[in-house]
T-cell receptor, first 115, second 113 residues
Framework: GAGVSQSPSNKVTEKGKDVELRCDPI?????LYWYRQSLGQGLEFLIYFQGNSAPDKSGLPSDRFSAERTGGSVSTLTIQRTQQEDSAVYLCASSSDRGRPYGYTFGSGTRLTVV | AQSVTQLDSQVPVFEEAPVELRCNYSSSVSVYLFWYVQYPNQGLQLLLKYLSGSTLVKGINGFEAEFNKSQTSFHLRKPSVHISDTAEYFC???????????FGQGTELSVKP
């Protein structure tokens, strides 16, 4: 597609429920990144995919968070047993080439609110 | 540890005045440096990047930044700001080619008439 697409754009969920956030990267982009943006916290790295594998998942805050990527394309970030501190904007980005760091293209994000 | 520091969380400025948004990073042999802008309720957009070569980098919307290796800085500048430049600006560093971007905390630029 023309850009990085994330869905849903907004999600309100009850504490304790599981949520899935989806990211469709730009076609052909091999690298995919998830970040979390909390109020006043800047952008926090969560996980990085190269193809379908995740060489760096060091930013996942707890074992309630997991992510997968299939077919070298779509990625899903799953948060189990959501807590109020999980409320944030979750941003996905993709990048075309490890050989030259052109920088990422970001999606518009999913705003998650846990009530 | 790899880190990025944006020294000002908020920068208020009047329209047509010059502005500088400061960014420092923890030292490394090689780095790639980026500035992103986030307009209200929108995603992040790449303003400019430094990969190699000339230390003065020009980006979109009249912004430029200068890489200073000795100072480990990558400050963003614009000689004359517009109301439409009101946004949050993020400095980011990539320490390994193809690796993750590490972001600063952001600087909120507020341009007033």
């Amino acid at each position: 597609g023309a850009g990085v697409s994330q869905s849903p754009s907004n999600k309100v969920t009850e504490k304790g429920k599981d949520v899935e956030l989806r990211c469709d990267p730009i076609s052909g982009h091999t690298a995919l990144y998830w970040y979390r943006q909390s109020l006043g916290q800047g952008l926090e790295f969560l996980i990085y995919f190269q193809g379908n594998s995740a060489p760096d998942k060091s930013g996942l805050p707890s074992d309630r968070f997991s992510a997968e990527r299939t077919g070298g394309s779509v990625s899903t970030l799953t948060i189990q047993r959501t807590q109020q501190e999980d409320s944030a904007v979750y941003l996905c980005a993709s990048s075309s080439d490890r050989g030259r760091p052109y920088g990422y293209t970001f999606g518009s994000g999913t705003r998650l609110t846990v009530v | 540890a790899q880190s990025v520091t944006q020294l000002d969380s908020q920068v208020p400025v009047f329209e047509e005045a010059p502005v500088e948004l400061r960014c420092n990073y923890s030292s490394s042999v090689s780095v790639y440096l980026f500035w992103y802008v986030q307009y209200p309720n929108q995603g992040l957009q790449l303003l400019l990047k430094y990969l190699s070569g000339s230390t003065l980098v020009k980006g979109i919307n009249g912004f430029e930044a200068e890489f200073n290796k000795s100072q480990t800085s990558f400050h963003l500048r614009k000689p004359s700001v517009h109301i439409s430049d009101t946004a949050e600006y993020f400095c980011a560093v990539m320490y390994n080619q193809g690796g993750k971007l590490i972001f600063g905390q952001g600087t909120e630029l507020s341009v007033k008439p």
